[in-house]
């Protein structure tokens, strides 16, 4: 069954990074604040870093879902470990 996101829910968020390599591209936690009525992958989401809390909301575009690369600004279920 394939999972949808809710208002609520926990994910990933992955980090740009920085243009220098300082700082590499890292999973943070992450929760869906809001969901897309059109565009159900879309999300608003509150992401908690370990220096503070940033806001993505649809209202600013919000995030896209990618399964396969995880790309910077992107979000995906967390792993199962």
Not at 1 to 24: C, D, I, L, N
Not at 49 to 75: I, K, R, V, Y
Request: include cysteine; hydrophobic fraction near 30%.
């Amino acid at each position: 069954m394939e999972q949808k996101p809710s208002v609520g829910r926990m994910v990933h968020y992955v980090s740009y990074g920085t243009p220098g390599g300082e700082y590499t591209r890292e999973c943070r936690a992450a929760i869906v604040t809001e969901v897309d009525a059109i565009e159900s992958y879309r999300v608003g989401l509150a992401v908690l870093n370990p220096t503070g809390q940033f806001f993505h909301s649809l209202g600013n575009g919000g995030c896209m879902a990618d399964f396969t690369e995880n790309q910077g600004g992107t979000w995906h279920w967390p792993e199962r470990v």
